[in-house]
T-cell receptor, first 115, second 119 residues
Framework: AQSVTQPDIHITVSEGASLELRCNYS??????LFWYVQSPGQGLQLLLK??????LVQGIKGFEAEFKRSQSSFNLRKPSVHWSDAAEYFC?????????????FGQGTILTVHP | DAGVIQSPRHEVTEMGQEVTLRCKPI?????LFWYRQTMMRGLELLIY????????DSGMPEDRFSAKMPNASFSTLKIQPSEPRDSAVYFC?????????????????FGAGSRLTVL
């Protein structure tokens, strides 16, 4: 079955520290993958997307993600976290080549940033 | 563009009442999605439309839920009768016309959500 899994429910980091949020996928072919961020009381905002080409994808707010086919992963990274990055982060995927359809979301990872 | 607009932002109602949630997608987007978010279940896709036609409603929990998209700029999600277990945040999202993600296909833009509380 097609799925996206975020192994970490909650991560805490200190401000200024580096961050990596994990995402694993299970699709028959190369999927389209996305990272969204949700601040409290807000909708989901797209951080970045991958659909082909360079495996390292740059997004907004200084985030990047790397697509690793061998590990079926699409981890989100940021070299230095700011307090305003505290939010919930969702990885999502859809079967590649699908021109429309259902995104499958991971369970989300809550990020807490300590001063 | 004003983005995806949802109303109401908050709704408190009593069990048994009818609830109607509204969504205006981004102009030019022809795919529209309704999601529900709860602590227990996370983000669940309820139904999605393409060119105003419902494509997949397998996520609609039961017959009490119905969704319509009478035109390209408006959609409703109705719950009748409402129950306490329907309490959740309901999100509407839209994406551009089908095609390559290079042109935005499959990239969902979400509204701010409608928080529903059923007492």
């Amino acid at each position: 079955a097609q799925s996206v899994t975020q192994p970490d429910i909650h991560i805490t980091v200190s401000e200024g520290a580096s961050l990596e949020l994990r995402c694993n996928y299970s699709y028959g072919a190369t999927p389209y993958l996305f990272w969204y961020v949700q601040s409290p009381g807000q909708g989901l905002q797209l951080l970045l997307k991958y659909f082909s080409g360079d495996t390292l994808v740059q997004g907004i707010k200084g985030f990047e993600a790397e697509f690793k086919r061998s590990q079926s992963s699409f981890n989100l990274r940021k070299p230095s976290v700011h307090w305003s990055d505290a939010a919930e982060y969702f990885c999502a995927g859809i079967a590649g080549g699908t021109s429309y359809g259902k995104l499958t979301f991971g369970q989300g990872t809550i990020l807490t940033v300590h001063p | 563009d004003a983005g995806v607009i949802q109303s109401p932002r908050h709704e408190v109602t009593e069990m048994g009442q009818e609830v109607t949630l509204r969504c205006k997608p981004i102009s030019g987007h022809n795919s529209l999605f309704w999601y529900r978010q709860t602590m227990m279940r996370g983000l669940e896709l309820l139904i999605y439309f393409n060119n105003n036609v419902p494509i997949d409603d397998s996520g609609m929990p039961e017959d009490r839920f119905s969704a319509k998209m009478p035109n390209a700029s408006f959609s409703t999600l109705k719950i009748q009768p409402s129950e306490p277990r329907d309490s959740a945040v309901y999100f509407c999202a839209s994406s551009p016309r089908r095609g390559s993600p290079f042109f935005g296909a499959n990239v969902l833009t979400f509204g701010a959500g409608s928080r529903l509380t059923v007492l």
